[in-house]
């Protein structure tokens, strides 16, 4: 049985630094067999998929598994083809993912750094490796679903970057367009971002370089990013993000001033407007998590897993209305 979890106005002082500006009541899921923390996930008709990430234990997976809200309930489906790995990335077009990158290993090797490439069918629970991703900038990194093509890029390895990468389904192809991506430098190079897609437009900020960012900047004509409105608050690494059809909400994450600070664990929510170019902060979760998934079906937005400020790896799912 679900339960409710009514934030208190007490309860957001003494966890948040300021107040929500709505009234937000967050409901708990059944919560995930399996605790996960860098983790994946996406919607395909309806129903949410979580692949791969690592346990409770360390040990990274390459399974997948099915959440259906309906019956408030996970399913395993068992290993993929795919090799275990954390801070894989994945994007859906036409009811098919396309998933994979990702990390495994030590840092520093370049075969820790994954670039394979997959189209995954969930109604026939079918695999097919597509045109590897073109270099080993993959962990961590983020994509977009265009109206003509996929859009990756932001990816890890060795040092910072702010590639970017056109993958044309069609040709199982992919084209760099990480000359025209930034105007002037901006957005910074930058690791553990997060961004997605709203109003057929594509958005995406935070990460780290140095120290945690609140950069926010939308990809224009699939060419450059063009500057909007920061992400208000704490700067933020390792946060998720989501859309509905209005609003991305944006959660959690790690504040972190650099190898002289220590890291605050963020808990609270925030709704970006793109027709406005602006922020709300609606709601605060339970206990702050970093390294965790988010996802949208119809107007309930999903957030959950990931690691908690103790650094354990939690099974919690927490769904809100928009």
Request: net charge negative; glycine share 10%; proline share 4%.
């Given at each position: 049985?679900?339960?409710?979890?009514?934030?208190?106005?007490?309860?957001?002082?003494?966890?948040?630094?300021?107040?929500?500006?709505?009234?937000?009541?967050?409901?708990?899921?059944?919560?995930?067999?399996?605790?996960?923390?860098?983790?994946?996930?996406?919607?395909?008709?309806?129903?949410?998929?979580?692949?791969?990430?690592?346990?409770?234990?360390?040990?990274?997976?390459?399974?997948?598994?099915?959440?259906?809200?309906?019956?408030?309930?996970?399913?395993?489906?068992?290993?993929?083809?795919?090799?275990?790995?954390?801070?894989?990335?994945?994007?859906?077009?036409?009811?098919?993912?396309?998933?994979?990158?990702?990390?495994?290993?030590?840092?520093?090797?370049?075969?820790?750094?994954?670039?394979?490439?997959?189209?995954?069918?969930?109604?026939?629970?079918?695999?097919?490796?597509?045109?590897?991703?073109?270099?080993?900038?993959?962990?961590?990194?983020?994509?977009?679903?265009?109206?003509?093509?996929?859009?990756?890029?932001?990816?890890?390895?060795?040092?910072?970057?702010?590639?970017?990468?056109?993958?044309?389904?069609?040709?199982?192809?992919?084209?760099?367009?990480?000359?025209?991506?930034?105007?002037?430098?901006?957005?910074?190079?930058?690791?553990?971002?997060?961004?997605?897609?709203?109003q057929g437009r594509h958005f995406m900020g935070t990460g780290y370089y140095g120290s945690s960012l609140n950069w926010w900047a939308e990809l224009v004509d699939g060419t450059h990013w063009e500057k909007r409105a920061a992400v208000p608050g704490k700067t933020r690494t390792t946060a998720a993000s989501t859309a509905t059809e209005k609003y991305?909400?944006?959660?959690?994450?790690?504040?972190?001033?650099?190898?002289?600070?220590?890291?605050?664990?963020?808990?609270?929510?925030?709704?970006?407007?793109?027709?406005?170019?602006?922020?709300?902060?609606?709601?605060?979760?339970?206990?702050?998590?970093?390294?965790?998934?988010?996802?949208?079906?119809?107007?309930?937005?999903?957030?959950?897993?990931?690691?908690?400020?103790?650094?354990?790896?939690?099974?919690?799912?927490?769904?809100?209305?928009?």
């Open positions: 049985m679900k339960k409710y979890i009514y934030i208190l106005i007490c309860a957001v002082l003494t966890a948040c630094d300021q107040e929500p500006e709505l009234d937000i009541t967050l409901h708990e899921c059944a919560a995930m067999p399996s605790p996960r923390a860098c983790a994946t996930a996406f919607v395909v008709d309806g129903q949410a998929y979580l692949f791969a990430g690592r346990d409770s234990a360390g040990t990274a997976k390459n399974d997948m598994w099915r959440y259906t809200p309906e019956t408030d309930s996970w399913e395993d489906l068992g290993a993929t083809p795919l090799l275990r790995r954390v801070n894989a990335t994945a994007c859906v077009k036409d009811d098919k993912a396309y998933i994979g990158l990702g990390f495994i290993g030590r840092y520093g090797q370049d075969s820790c750094y994954l670039h394979d490439w997959w189209e995954y069918t969930p109604a026939t629970g079918t695999w097919r490796r597509l045109a590897d991703y073109p270099n080993e900038n993959t962990d961590c990194a983020t994509s977009f679903v265009g109206n003509d093509a996929l859009y990756v890029g932001y990816g890890f390895s060795w040092q910072y970057h702010r590639d970017m990468f056109r993958y044309d389904i069609e040709s199982d192809s992919w084209d760099s367009i990480d000359v025209n991506v930034s105007y002037k430098g901006y957005p910074v190079r930058s690791f553990g971002g997060t961004g997605c897609t709203c991305i909400y944006l959660s959690g994450g790690l504040h972190y001033g650099g190898v002289n600070t220590t890291g605050d664990v963020l808990q609270d929510i925030r709704r970006y407007d793109p027709t406005t170019d602006s922020w709300q902060y609606v709601a605060v979760l339970p206990e702050g998590i970093l390294n965790h998934i988010c996802f949208t079906i119809g107007k309930r937005v999903y957030i959950g897993l990931g690691e908690t400020e103790e650094w354990k790896v939690t099974n919690k799912l927490y769904y809100f209305e928009e």
